[in-house]
């Protein structure tokens, strides 16, 4: 199965409520990173923690990672309409292996936020 | 600054056609990278060219090739269109030496294939 597994695949919420999105990973990272996508469109980076992170945040946006259970959130906070789009989590492995260079997403979470 | 720019956006071809699809990086970014998207599914890699080489490749047959140029502007070509090779072609940049850091993605282009 594919790394990188995002769940839930669809998350339907109410404006200004959270959302809570999941990722999990089967091998070591060097970094797992979250991407925006709009309409299938390009992506757009959001936020990178690397292996030896737990949290960080960047204004409504908030990652943990914990890399014993391998896995990942994204916590976005008081949603807006705006914030409807696909998310991705995608592991980076580490330098010097045959999957160097390659980021493996996951399937995605599908946001919508009703205003 | 101008981001990833590529084109054409959009494309229609039948099978057995040959297809070209081209990017352009953000200034000062040597690495360009090429992900195909198709319907409901999440980003597959295909190929990543750094300083003129390629650097690593996904899981994908020969007809999918591509290159890049000294002004770091890459091409994919795939050959002998197939029906399944219907997706969006998203191209990404990322600055020298960050292979597996934060990518800059281009809006793709999107090819079906009849």
Same mark, same amino acid.
């Given at each position: 199965?594919?790394?990188?597994?995002?769940?839930?695949?669809?998350?339907?919420?109410?404006?200004?409520?959270?959302? $809570?999105?999941?990722? &999990?990973? /089967?091998? !070591?990272?060097?970094?797992?990173?979250?991407? #925006?996508?709009?309409?299938?469109?390009?992506?757009?980076?959001?936020?990178?923690?690397?292996?030896?992170?737990?949290?960080?945040?960047?204004?409504?946006?908030?990652? $943990?990672?914990?890399? &014993?259970? /391998?896995? !990942?959130?994204?916590?976005?906070?008081?949603? #807006?309409?705006?914030?409807?789009?696909?998310?991705?989590?995608?592991?980076?492995?580490?330098?010097?292996?045959?999957?160097?260079?390659?980021?493996?997403?996951?399937?995605?979470?599908?946001?919508?936020?009703?205003? | 600054?101008?981001?990833?720019?590529?084109?054409?956006?959009?494309?229609?071809?039948?099978?057995?056609?040959?297809?070209?699809?081209?990017?352009?990086?953000?200034?000062?970014?040597?690495?360009?990278?090429?992900?195909?998207?198709?319907?409901?599914?999440?980003?597959?890699?295909?190929?990543?060219?750094?300083?003129?080489?390629?650097?690593?490749?996904?899981?994908?047959?020969?007809?999918?090739?591509?290159?890049?140029?000294?002004?770091?502007?890459?091409?994919?070509?795939?050959?002998?269109?197939?029906?399944?090779?219907?997706?969006?072609?998203?191209?990404?940049?990322?600055?020298?030496?960050?292979?597996?850091?934060?990518?800059?993605?281009?809006?793709?282009?999107?090819?079906?294939?009849?």
């Amino acid at each position: 199965s594919q790394q990188g597994e995002e769940d839930p695949q669809a998350l339907s919420i109410q404006e200004g409520e959270n959302a $809570t999105m999941n990722c &999990s990973y /089967k091998t !070591s990272i060097n970094n797992l990173q979250w991407y #925006r996508q709009n309409s299938g469109r390009g992506l757009v980076h959001l936020i990178l923690i690397r292996s030896n992170e737990r949290e960080k945040h960047s204004g409504r946006l908030r990652v $943990t990672l914990d890399t &014993s259970k /391998k896995s !990942s959130s994204l916590l976005i906070t008081a949603s #807006r309409a705006a914030d409807t789009a696909s998310y991705f989590c995608a592991r980076a492995p580490n330098a010097g292996g045959t999957s160097y260079g390659k980021l493996t997403f996951g399937q995605g979470t599908i946001l919508t936020v009703h205003p | 600054e101008a981001g990833v720019t590529q084109s054409p956006t959009h494309l229609i071809k039948t099978r057995g056609q040959q297809v070209t699809l081209r990017c352009s990086p953000i200034s000062g970014h040597t690495s360009v990278y090429w992900y195909q998207q198709a319907l409901g599914l999440g980003l597959q890699f295909l190929l990543w060219y750094d300083e003129g080489e390629e650097r690593n490749r996904g899981n994908f047959p020969p007809r999918f090739s591509g290159r890049q140029f000294p002004n770091y502007s890459s091409e994919l070509n795939v050959n002998a269109l197939e029906l399944e090779d219907s997706a969006l072609y998203l191209c990404a940049s990322s600055p020298p030496a960050r292979g597996s850091e934060k990518l800059f993605f281009g809006s793709g282009t999107q090819l079906s294939v009849l």
